[in-house]
Structures are given as C-alpha cells and as structure tokens.
C-alpha cells in the first residue's frame, strides 16, 4: 500500500515577477480593448441609446408622481399616461417662451449686425490714429462672409434636415419608451434578480433604492436650481432693462451647470449685444454683474442646498464628462454628461471594490478623510475669502 499523498507537504508553485508582470499586462490590455469596444457599440447604437437614456432619467423622476397616483386609486398605465401629459405641457409651454424670444432675437440680428460693424468701424479709426495701421473695409468682412455662408449654405440646410428629422423620431421614441419602463418596472426588478442569489437580495434592493432615490433627488435639484438661476437671471436683466432678457436668462441657467465656463458663455452674449444696443459700458458692465452674482448665490447657497447633501461632481470631472460626451454622441451627449457622470458615481459608491472612482468623481468637500470636509465653505467662497485675506492658514 502506498501512503496517502500529504497535501500539506506538497510545494506551491510560486509566481515568479516575470509571471506577474504578464498577467498584469494580459489584464490592463483586455480592459483596454473591452472599453474601445464599448465605446465604438456607444457611438455605433446612438439612435438606439439616446432616447434610451433621456426616457431613462426621465422615468427615474416620474417615478414618485406615478406611484402617487396609483396610490390614488388610478390605474398604472393611465398614471402614466397623466405625469406624460404634464410633462408635455411643461415642456410645451417653455419651448412657447423660449422659442417666442428667440424668434424676436433672430429678427434684430441684422440690425444688430449693423450696429456691430459701426462699433467695428470705430474702434479700427481709433486704433489707425494711435498705431497707424491701415484698417480693414467694413465692407471686405461682410462679403467674405456672405462668401463663407454661401459656401457652406448647401452643408448646413442637409445637416439642419438631418437633425430635425432625427430629433423628431427621438421625441417620438422617448414617450413610449417612458411607459414602458414605467409599466414593466416590476417586471425589470425581477429579471435583476434572477442574476442575485437569493441570501444577497436583500442587500441588491437596499442598494437599488438607495441608488433610485440619490438619482431622482440630484437630477430634480438640478432641474430646480435651473429654474431659480434662471428666475434670478430674469429679474436682474429685466431691471436693467436688457432687451430678450427671458431668452438670455434661460440660456444662461442652463449653461450654469457647466462649472466655471458656463457662466462666462452665458454672459458674454447679453453683454456684447447690451453694449452695442446702448453704447454704455457701465450698463454692459452691469450685466456682468448680475450674472456674477447669481453665479456666486448659486455656487455657495443654491446648489449647496438642494444637491450638495446628494451628491456632488467635481468640476474637473464634470468639464471631462461634458468633452467627451460632446464626442461621443454631440449636443444629446453633453446633455445626459452630468446627469449620467451623477449616476455613475452614485453606482461606484454602492460598491467597495469600485468606491474609489465614486471618489474620485466627487466634490474635495465630499471627501471622507476629511472630518471638517462638511463644514468647508464652497469655492466661490474660499475664492472671495483669499482675496479679501480672510482665508485661514492650512
């Protein structure tokens, strides 16, 4: 008889670095190749997965308004039907506003355009006199661009139907796609579940609610803090008598969630076309100031307020997110950046093994090796506080 083969005498085969350090490369190099996959399928399948995304986040804030109504007594489907009627007509009567403004906007650009080349016309005699540099003609810049626009009149109309015809289709697909995950919600919980098992489920739930519930509170305090930053923006153009002041006030709020760049694009235009309308550059200067201060409210009350106990994206990561979803799908990409760039931290902070990318997307004042990280103020407020040499030693 043999003896029985002792397990705990038999020598472990040890990886050697050399070993380790192929693994390591074999690994890092099917990452690389599984999310150059993903992105080529993202920008392949975007007719497919943009409407997909906006009824998505859409869904996820319709959510309590429909599961308020059933609570009511009404049936799923026609609860769903009633938050999609309000949700038309939301979205009906500020397209009303906005596109009415913007019409009225489209038809002083010629007049403004006149005004611009007379302002243009001073400011080259004025610099000739001082630097003696022989000034261009007015009228050489508007016939080379007269040029240019006829040029590429032919690519822009082709590019114009292009888009009009898939935002159509995309307004078609995103209302029914809404009813479906509101209708079948039950039904796509049950297919998650199938891949848990059973003793882990509970914990899957906690999870996915926690995640429901962070999501529909950021993008509904997004929503909001756009419409407050829009109503002060209002208020403080219309007082300076600035002219399409709805239509700059909204543009401007919605151009606020992009950090720091946002509010510069949104103030320029107003300011350039009140300089040029009045010829005051005090009340240009004014302009400047209101969106100035609503930036500064915004930053260290409004959105502190409504989102920052949620969840708070970095202004490096939302700037990223912004460029890269500009890339990879356009205008619709830089709409669902923030929202999806919130969604996806919300998702690595449910997860141990992913909490440091949830991290890393998150605000310095959400960090938790920080104790005092709740109690700092915003960065407006640091930023106001070294200038005025208020700020404390680190």
Request: glycine share 8%; with cysteine.
């Amino acid at each position: 008889m043999l003896p029985p083969p002792n397990h705990f005498n038999t020598p472990r085969h040890t990886a050697s670095p050399a070993e380790v350090r192929q693994s390591t490369v074999i690994h890092y190099t099917f990452i690389l190749i599984g999310m150059s996959l993903l992105v080529y399928v993202l920008h392949k399948l975007d007719g497919i997965i943009l409407p997909l995304a906006f009824a998505a986040l859409l869904a996820v804030l319709l959510l309590p308004i429909c599961r308020r109504l059933e609570l009511w007594g009404l049936p799923r489907a026609l609860a769903i039907v009633v938050c999609l009627l309000l949700v038309i007509a939301l979205l009906t009567g500020l397209f009303y506003v906005f596109g009415t403004q913007l019409m009225q906007f489209r038809n002083e650009i010629p007049l403004f355009q006149q005004k611009l080349a007379q302002y243009f016309d001073q400011i080259q005699q004025m610099l000739s006199s001082r630097f003696g540099f022989q000034p261009i003609s007015k009228d050489q810049v508007i016939d080379q661009s007269l040029e240019t626009l006829k040029n590429r009149a032919g690519g822009w109309l082709g590019t114009t139907l292009d888009t009009t015809t898939s935002v159509l289709s995309v307004v078609t697909l995103i209302p029914i796609y809404i009813f479906c995950l509101l209708y079948y919600r039950d039904h796509m919980r049950q297919f998650l579940f199938r891949f848990v098992a059973p003793d882990k489920r509970t914990s899957v739930l906690h999870t996915m609610d926690n995640i429901q519930t962070v999501v529909q509170a950021y993008i509904s305090g997004l929503l909001t803090v756009i419409v407050i930053v829009a109503v002060l923006n209002a208020i403080g153009l219309l007082l300076l008598g600035v002219k399409f002041a709805i239509f700059f006030a909204i543009f401007a709020s919605v151009l606020a969630v992009i950090p720091f760049i946002g509010i510069f694009i949104g103030a320029a235009l107003p300011t350039l076309i009140t300089l040029v309308e009045t010829g005051s550059p005090l009340k240009a200067l004014g302009v400047i100031g209101v969106f100035t201060l609503v930036q500064f409210l915004e930053g260290n009350f409004i959105t502190p307020t409504i989102t920052g106990s949620k969840v708070s994206i970095n202004p490096m990561a939302a700037i990223i997110a912004l460029i890269l979803g500009g890339e990879l799908w356009g205008t619709p990409g830089m709409i669902l950046s923030i929202p999806l760039t919130a969604v996806l931290k919300v998702i690595f902070d449910a997860s141990k093994s992913t909490e440091p990318w949830g991290f890393l997307l998150g605000d310095v004042a959400d960090g938790e090796d920080n104790p005092d990280a709740k109690n700092q103020p915003g960065f407006m407020s640091r930023m106001w506080q070294q200038l005025s040499g208020k700020s404390q030693p680190r």
